[in-house]
């Protein structure tokens, strides 16, 4: 079946620290890739998104995320957090070819100390 | 522009109860996917509506169904509501046509509370 996972649940870094997000899904065929982010009380909004071309892939407010096809990943980073990025991550997977639907991880909390 | 908005915010039922929620799409828009995010896990997809119907289902009962109007907005009902029911619902809104993706924006949700 298809899935998708998050490998840290909570991340807890002080401001000006780096951040990476473990993502890895499971499916053969082609994906279009996104990292969503939920801030508190907000909806959830797309961060970056990968469809095809350069792997590394950059976002809005620094973020950028590369996808390593090998390893069926695509992790989030940040060279320098700030308070103001604490906020929930979700990594989703859109396989191409048999599907509608978007495919989430089970996300990772991150927590920006001042 | 209005984004996605859904109603009501918060909403409490009992055990067996039916509920109603309801969602209208981002202007211009005329898909509308609805997923269910339990505390702790991400979003899990529960059906998209195209076209006034269901074009896909994602792993949930039959007690979950929907509907489409021709405005584009659409309903989630859940019927013999569970305590497991209990969960944020998302409704995200897209342009349909054809497999390629089309971003899907997302609205507040409606938080669902089954006691």
């Known amino acids: 079946a298809q899935s998708v996972s998050q490998h840290n649940h909570h991340v807890i870094l002080s401001e000006a620290a780096s951040l990476e997000l473990g993502c890895n899904y499971s499916?053969?065929?082609?994906?279009?890739l996104f990292w969503y982010v939920q801030y508190p009380g907000q909806h959830l909004q797309l961060l970056l998104k990968?469809?095809?071309?350069?792997?590394l892939v950059k976002g809005i407010k620094g973020f950028e995320a590369e996808f390593i096809k090998s390893k069926f990943s695509f992790n989030l980073r940040k060279p320098s957090v700030q308070w103001s990025d604490t906020a929930e991550y979700f990594c989703a997977v859109f396989p191409m070819d048999s599907s509608y639907k978007l495919i989430f991880g089970s996300g990772t909390r991150l927590l920006v100390r001042p | 522009d209005a984004g996605v908005t859904q109603s009501p915010t918060h909403l409490i039922k009992t055990r067996g109860q039916q509920v109603t929620l309801r969602c209208s799409p981002k202007s211009g828009h005329d898909t509308v996917s609805w997923y269910q995010q339990a505390l702790g896990q991400g979003p899990q997809f529960i059906f998209q509506y195209y076209e006034e119907e269901e074009r896909q289902r994602g792993n949930f009962p039959d007690r979950f169904s929907g509907h489409q109007f021709p405005n584009y907005s659409s309903e989630l009902n859940v019927n013999a509501l569970l305590l497991g029911d209990s969960a944020l619902y998302l409704c995200?809104?897209?342009?349909?046509?054809?497999?390629?993706?089309?971003?899907?924006?997302f609205g507040p949700g409606t938080r669902l509370t089954v006691l």
């Open positions: 499916y053969g065929g082609t994906v279009n």
């Open positions: 990968y469809f095809s071309g350069d792997p």
């Open positions: 995200a809104s897209s342009l349909g046509q054809g497999r390629t993706y089309n971003e899907q924006f």
